[in-house]
């Protein structure tokens, strides 16, 4: 098993766990937070600031990303290609969620509340799968490992009986 994948692997964890907390966040929001009709961009903006639930959203969101985009350096920066791929999907698809939810509160428009849902969809599959490698590549190499020292070991049929 590759040990840069083990090292990305808590910073993954931690990652989905503010996925769950952005998602609670975000339904939350959707269901107790009314903007005024017909409101302006600008009057959007104003009722936002003074919207604790939309503030919570707006930074773990922005934490979400920064997250995000450490992940894929350090993948970079360790030459893995997992999580070069599942940190780079994951990354690119957090800062799309939040363009989504900034244009969300300017416009009140649901397509950009179902993209923002969607590209969180995208991010989420895009660590689990990165999850699922590294834990089936550490797994399997343990397996293997055991297996080689198991056919080794004297009196279990390995070389030399």
């Not at 993954?12 to 503010?18: N, T």
């Not at 903007?35 to 903006?45: K, L, M």
Request: hydrophobic share 50%; charged share 15%; glycine share 12%.
């Amino acid at each position: 098993m590759n040990k840069s994948a083990l090292k990305l692997k808590p910073h993954a964890i931690g990652m989905v766990i503010l996925l769950a907390v952005e998602y609670v966040l975000g339904m939350l929001t959707n269901l107790y937070v009314q903007f005024p009709a017909g409101g302006s961009i600008g009057q959007n903006w104003e009722f936002m600031h003074s919207q604790w639930l939309i503030w919570a959203h707006l930074i773990i969101g922005t934490l979400i990303i920064l997250g995000m985009i450490a992940l894929y350096v350090q993948a970079v920066k360790l030459k893995n290609r997992i999580w070069k791929i599942a940190g780079g999907i994951a990354s690119a698809s957090s800062v799309l969620a939040w363009i989504c939810g900034e244009e969300f509160v300017s416009r009140q428009a649901a397509g950009y509340s179902l993209a923002m849902s969607l590209f969180f969809i995208i991010a989420l599959l895009a660590l689990g799968a990165g999850l699922y490698q590294t834990s089936r590549r550490d797994s399997g190499g343990r397996r293997d490992a055991a297996r080689d020292n198991a056919s080794r070991s004297p009196g279990r049929g390995g070389p030399g009986n």
